[in-house]
């Protein structure tokens, strides 16, 4: 009988993260300071983070042990499987073989508690009594509402105002672990209660949800902020999943020729991709690709520059590629992928010619995401279907090449919480929202008046 | 670093099933004809079932192979991990060991392809085109759809009405996997007509459904009926998972005192429980309890006696502890739970005094949901609840002891599609639903002219 999931014993847990930023080509640019632009420091940021956060921001140490607590907790849910989908491959009818990572066996269905449970556990040792975030569509208000349980931890959460409307499932799942949740602009914050001033009636946006968690951070007592991804330790913690798939993948007696992942902020793509990165950096040939919604293509349409991260300007500025941070995208259901920037260790990478970006539409990230629950099983998260539909794109290229490709994939998490969109889709109610140059354009004119980092053009190594 | 799960690989994959028919201390009594009242034979059975699956509802052999292509789409989700719940039991202070296995990993997140899968496979070999079934939450109907889907099988689901309105997540589950799902009483059936003729407003119910999928799968060509509990050959399917937690237990070095399930139709109780059933008849001291709502207390309060499947009288008659076929649970949100009757696998034990049943209120279910997601972190199906609520009643009953007690329970599946019935929890709109003995009494009045299995007290041995 063929195998079909590789599954590590706890004992083979990586016990270390991976940190990309000894080995980067090229160093990153500085984050800067929003109101003077010069280089923000680990005191700018100390009332919003915990001080071991920020140091693995900065840090240039390789391998960073992971402490013995979080190692624990992971193993709630981790080692994940790797699995072989021999079904998928006989569907496509290609020679190549396709591997996925599980990452949907965790409690909160994702990916995002890689990085969630050190989060909270840093805070925790570090004295924070609450952590404040925001959330989109809530996948990760709901995986840091359940790492901080585990910690015991008070957790408020400033949702979309939309989104906790329309989407009351996962709000729901961060009260079950205890959380706090409110519909964004709330008038808690100076924040929100300055836009429904203007806008009574405001659905919010992540860009004001930002604002608002960061205000009651800072504002709080004993409290902290925390990021889902974008950050270079938010990255560093989810190398956890690479590490594993290249132990997992050499037990299956494979290397693989593609890597892919979705990519939102970038913390899910570069958490399988880093390991690999650093491989091909010394010499292994792999093709790494991040997969992004056509109709938010930060890579491979937005230039590399310096922007905010929120929409109000509050933070700090980040070299990355970026559409602006004033760019709103179509009301997709891949809500994780509507973000307006990239996390700049994988924006440098593509400025370096080490991995490459690929848009994809809308529909066919739906169709892949069929195509797999009726041949492996499994019902993607809408995110998901973007890593699904290029791996189909590249097993399909493989076939027509009469190549036997080994393709590896981040299956980031399950879609159980988000079937409304598959029933949009399956009544013919969405469309690939194709995005006019114009609206781009439009967008990038606020990058303009801002500093450039040394690089610009994407592409093009400095 | 302390092991949390124990986890087999692909190999260690139970290759059969066990069968308890040759090993039950009381022999089954036979299913009657419905319109007879004589013993149904194989003959009757073959236009809803395919053969197969008919000779294994009968069969006296104790191990049953697992045919090859079941066992590798069995790996899609199987061996499922088993967990020693630390968290929770330092949160009750007790000084037992709780385990739970974990059968929310499944692409329809709970217990219920172990049959779904083998029942498809055998429809498959056996001609079968279509499989019509019945659901009622959509757990049934959503794990049938994702296992049509895995051989190519079309899929009918008669949802009840009420349901599909309310819950549309696991309908939609359903079409993703490909199958057509339609409310319950529908037009498509002369049951459903009839009952629309009288009530055109009726919300349907499972009774009504299992009417309309039967008469589809006699009336339709290459057509087959699939119950998801209650039938031997469904609680034999069921039994993987108990054979998995022998050999998990054995690795654990550790021999459970009490074994612990939720029992609706019975299937997911059983499976687990059956393989220690078998050790308890060969002298194992084990405490093995099916634990059920107390609104709808089948075992704890039902007789035992022969009584339809269905309320419109139309099944065999089963000899099972029941509430008789007329009678209406109320709307409690486990429902799975919520079925007159029980498989007579595990009423037969239950008249044995080989395992026991205990009824729990709505309300300490929800709070013992809450505390395991805010402890051992995963966020359990109602039903679910009903175990752990059982486990920790059991847990401190250890404490107050003192005893180092050994507590296996079936974490049957994850509640991320119930998040609703938690919102009702959280906002205090969720009541016990106690019931009066005269409800009890005034449906037991319809199983009094029927026949009488030999047994008929609760606790009595024949």
Redesign the interface.
């Known amino acids: 009988?063929?195998?079909?999931?590789i599954?590590l014993?706890?004992k083979e847990l990586p016990t270390q993260w991976y940190n990309i930023q000894p080995d980067l080509p090229t160093p990153l640019e500085p984050p800067l300071h929003p109101g003077t632009g010069n280089p923000v420091g680990p005191d700018d940021l100390s009332p919003i983070f915990p001080m071991p956060l920020i140091l693995q921001e900065v840090s240039q140490e390789r391998f960073i042990d992971i402490p013995?607590e979080v190692?624990?907790k992971y193993?709630?849910?981790r080692p994940t499987p790797l699995y072989r989908a021999y079904?998928l491959e006989k569907y496509l009818e290609t020679p190549a073989k396709i591997y996925f990572k599980n990452e949907g066996?965790s409690?909160a269905?994702s990916h995002k508690p890689n990085t969630a449970l050190p989060q909270a556990y840093y805070n925790k040792i570090s004295g924070t009594k609450r952590i404040c975030t925001e959330t989109g569509a809530g996948q990760w208000g709901s995986a840091l509402s359940?790492c901080c349980?585990?910690f015991g931890l008070e957790c408020k959460v400033y949702m979309v105002k939309i989104s906790y409307n329309q989407k009351?499932?996962r709000r729901?799942?961060m009260?079950?672990?205890?959380a706090t949740c409110v519909p964004s602009p709330s008038t808690e914050t100076e924040s929100g209660r300055m836009i429904l001033a203007g806008h009574p009636d405001s659905p919010g946006s992540l860009g004001i949800a930002i604002s608002e968690a960061v205000e009651a951070a800072v504002t709080g007592e004993n409290s902290k902020y925390a990021l889902g991804s974008v950050l270079n330790h938010v990255l560093l913690h989810q190398t956890i999943n690479g590490l594993e798939c290249q132990k997992q993948m050499a037990i299956a007696g494979d290397y693989p020729d593609v890597v892919i992942g979705c990519a939102g902020g970038g913390s899910n793509f570069a958490g399988m991709a880093l390991p690999f990165v650093r491989d091909k950096i010394n010499g292994k040939d792999i093709d790494i690709i991040g997969v992004e919604p056509a109709s938010c293509p930060t890579m491979t349409r937005g230039p590399f520059a310096y922007d905010f991260g929120d929409t109000v300007q509050k933070t700090p500025l980040l070299a990355m590629h970026t559409l602006g941070h004033s760019f709103v995208p179509a009301p997709i259901h891949a809500g994780g992928l509507r973000y307006h920037g990239m996390a700049p260790i994988v924006s440098q990478l593509i400025m370096d010619n080490i991995i490459r970006a690929e848009a994809v539409p809308q529909l066919e990230t739906f169709q892949a995401?069929?195509t797999f629950?009726?041949t492996?099983?499994?019902?993607s998260a809408p995110e998901t279907d973007h890593a699904i539909a290029m791996v189909i794109r590249e097993a399909v290229k493989a076939r027509e090449e009469g190549k036997e490709k080994v393709i590896l994939f981040n299956w980031s998490g399950h879609g159980?919480?988000d079937?409304?969109a598959?029933?949009a889709y399956?009544s013919g109610q969405l469309s690939d929202h194709a995005l006019p140059e114009e609206e781009i354009h439009r967008a990038l004119e606020d990058i303009a008046p801002l500093p450039k980092p040394k690089q610009y053009k994407p592409g093009t190594i400095s």
Do not use: C, H, N
């Not at 009988?1 to 999931?5: A, G, L, S, V």
């Not at 009260?175 to 205890?178: N, Y």
């Not at 492996?376 to 019902?379: A, C, K, L």
């Open positions: 009988m063929k195998q079909r999931k599954v014993s706890e013995e190692l624990e193993l709630i849910w079904t066996v409690p269905g359940f349980a585990l009351p499932y729901i799942m009260e079950t672990w205890g995401g069929i629950a009726r492996e099983g499994f019902i159980l919480v079937m409304a598959y029933e399956l």
